[in-house]
């Protein structure tokens, strides 16, 4: 008999079938027990009547231990009941391997308990539904990009000079040279473009920040598109397509998940493009007017502000041309006016905060040498991306998403810690 | 009017439209002047009649640099002559940025030089047909993954131990702690297909190694997929299944690119599952039988080994069953042979070696502690992961292919470095 897996079960209504699968937990009387069933495709219940069986079954299933792992075989039936609709009627269990004492049951547990057996937590029904919508956020991902005709470029880790100071960069002895682990692969992205036109890169990015946030990870994924020919307002165009793709596809593709995680969907719904766009300068004012009296024009957001404007909107809101003194030098500047530049952030609803940086880029070489200046900026580590500028320079933008920021907000996860499988923080390293 | 890109052409057949793009190369005589084109998406020959445009516009043509940039506007029409099948009868040209000096002509350039400057080195033909050639090879990656219900799960990349020493491993320091790049996901991967039954990563993986062949990266990305459930010989089966996706889905997707390569494609188009397979033990008799007198039973193989053996067969080859004592701990014996395990290497075919290691893994916890005794590691560095065989611990098998190697074998590219956007080498980690 051909082994299945719980996903599939609908395809195989009215047939016997085996499974490979653990005990997710139990319940049962004299007479019927009821095998909460996983096997990481899904989760679905196994009935095993005593009268139908023979004595010995009966018995092990009845006494089997959560996570308890087992080749099943059963009768694949219609269940009304269950949001996956389908249950199985069990006919035989091969024991494979007896759990014994299995760390995380039913009950509550302490967050850095739990964060000491994320190699185990990732098999619980919360766990692992958010593991699934980052799975389709990486899916949906990868399908937006490649259907728009970007490709995938990786952008090195490793990178031989640390252009904006070491503070919060991890070092490392490469042969008789120092290395940094990158924080952004931008400025490759940007000599990418020039040879792909349009490029997308996906990969981990590090931050030595001691921040202690729920929006923090040391190590997180983010996603960094980059365009030539492509300004602004295009650019932003792009975000929010994306953004709203993604959100569709896990909403889609996702649905137990969702449901699983008490998920408010109607909040998810209306994520379509366009998104708003809200000005820096109307920002302030905006703060200014509802009792934040602590940020002036030229302070950059904390997450409050950011909230406070984000609650304004239904959907993800651009905040759009910051003060060209908060921002990177990489900026293009608006073209009337010198005191901001061409750049805007995303910030999700319901407090997740910001989840997208971008702008268009300086494509000038001479605005670009003074904008290394101003930042008293090394122009020797800068030399192969001032000399794109050199060599037909154009127009182009880009942005970057942060995906656990994402994925928590999609599945509406209190941490971005249980939006990665295995997180890093400040004192956490393991496992 | 619209810009559209080079690749989407042939649907706009007849019709005027505006590009961004490059001059790749250009020739010229009194009368007409044909400007190689390139955006990223593609390459297109943009014809320009003096006799059918402005005085100035065919001074503009014909005096260009390589590498300005500019929009352009013109009629698409069929060129038979050309493999892409269409070109632009030019109207108009907006020069953007006029590139003076481009240091990559179309004469011969040594390897450094390149190298130096692979931020613009990228933009040349060949390199832009490789760079596609991955990404096409990546999209495959996600699309078969995806499609036989595999979770991508990220794997961290900072792992606070060094469990095989440290010889080979990037070290840092992580706040109080030290911290290695990981050189494999592979034991978080066992955890995560405990809880999501079929999962993939695909991320940069790091080896401090001193090798410097054609074959070798400092930095390359690797795809490890891990099955719950699934024993030795059917993980063979989707590793061949999945390297056929691959190298056909190139075939019918990068025919330009493999054409521009001069790529002889009858040598892919064979690489259709089933794969062959040799025993170790075959593999030395035939290496012996073959002029190989510096290879006995219970050595690894060195390249020429692997090519030799490789030479013997059209598609890629497995080599079954290693002796256990040159394979790593967590392999598990074959279960009528204490002297060989359940691993396999695949050989890619024309001398571009393994691409795949894999194998079955221990998954009985009395068997691993011992296995880790045998390899002298600490039984703590290890806790979590011999916890796995304490809760219901299932048969499990995986593999970790080499993405470089692979867009190596496949564009014909001579060294690994050309199939990397930023190769990191010995003495290169610049640009
Ligand atoms: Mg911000
Ligand atoms: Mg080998």
Not at 227 to 249: G, K, P
Not at 367 to 392: F, M, N, P, T, V
Request: aromatic share 12%; glycine share 6%; hydrophobic share 40%.
């Amino acid at each position: 008999m051909k082994k299945i897996m719980i996903h599939d079960m609908p395809k195989h209504l009215g047939e016997t079938v085996k499974l490979g699968a653990w005990l997710a937990n139990k319940r049962s009387s004299g007479k019927i027990a009821f095998l909460q069933l996983r096997d990481g495709t899904g989760f679905v219940q196994g009935v095993v009547v005593k009268a139908e069986v023979p004595e010995e079954l009966f018995a092990i299933a009845k006494s089997m231990t959560q996570e308890t792992s087992m080749y099943i075989i059963g009768e694949v039936t219609k269940d009304e009941r269950s949001s996956f609709g389908y249950e199985l009627q069990v006919k035989e269990i091969e024991v494979i391997h007896e759990a014994v004492d299995f760390p995380i049951t039913p009950k509550e547990h302490g967050t850095e308990f739990l964060m000491d057996n994320r190699h185990l937590w990732l098999r619980s029904r919360k766990q692992h539904a958010i593991m699934k919508i980052r799975n389709e956020v990486i899916r949906a991902t990868y399908e937006f990009f490649n259907d728009n005709g970007f490709a995938k470029v990786d952008p090195p880790i490793l990178t031989g000079s640390a252009p904006e100071g070491t503070s919060e960069l991890f070092q490392t002895k490469y042969f008789d040279e120092d290395a940094y682990l990158s924080q952004s692969g931008q400025l490759y992205m940007e000599a990418a473009a020039m040879a792909l036109g349009k490029v997308f890169s996906f990969g981990p990015t590090f931050r030595a920040e001691k921040s202690k946030t729920r929006r923090h990870l040391i190590e997180f994924w983010m996603i960094e598109p980059e365009m030539a020919f492509v300004e602004f307002e295009e650019n932003l165009e792009v975000q929010e397509q994306f953004v709203s793709y993604v959100v569709q596809s896990v909403l889609k593709n996702c649905k137990l998940e969702l449901e699983r995680l008490e998920r408010d969907v109607t909040k998810l719904e209306h994520i379509q493009a366009p998104f708003p766009r809200i000005s820096y300068d109307d920002a302030i004012i905006f703060l200014n007017e509802n009792g934040f009296d602590d940020i002036k024009w030229g302070d950059d957001f904390g997450s409050p502000h950011e909230t406070a404007i984000a609650e304004h909107y239904e959907k993800p809101v651009f905040i759009t041309h910051y003060p060209i003194g908060i921002k990177p030098f990489y900026m293009q500047p608006h073209p009337d006016r010198e005191d901001v530049v061409l750049c805007a952030d995303l910030i999700a609803p319901e407090g997740y905060g910001e989840i997208i940086g971008g702008s268009e880029r300086v494509h000038d070489y001479d605005l670009l040498k003074q904008r290394l200046d101003e930042h008293g900026l090394d122009q020797k580590a800068y030399a192969w991306y001032l000399e794109l500028r050199k060599q037909g320079s154009v127009p182009h933008s880009g942005f970057g998403l942060g995906l656990e920021r994402t994925v928590a907000w999609i599945s509406g996860a209190e941490h971005v810690r249980e939006a990665i499988p295995f997180p890093r923080l400040l004192n956490r390293l393991y496992p």
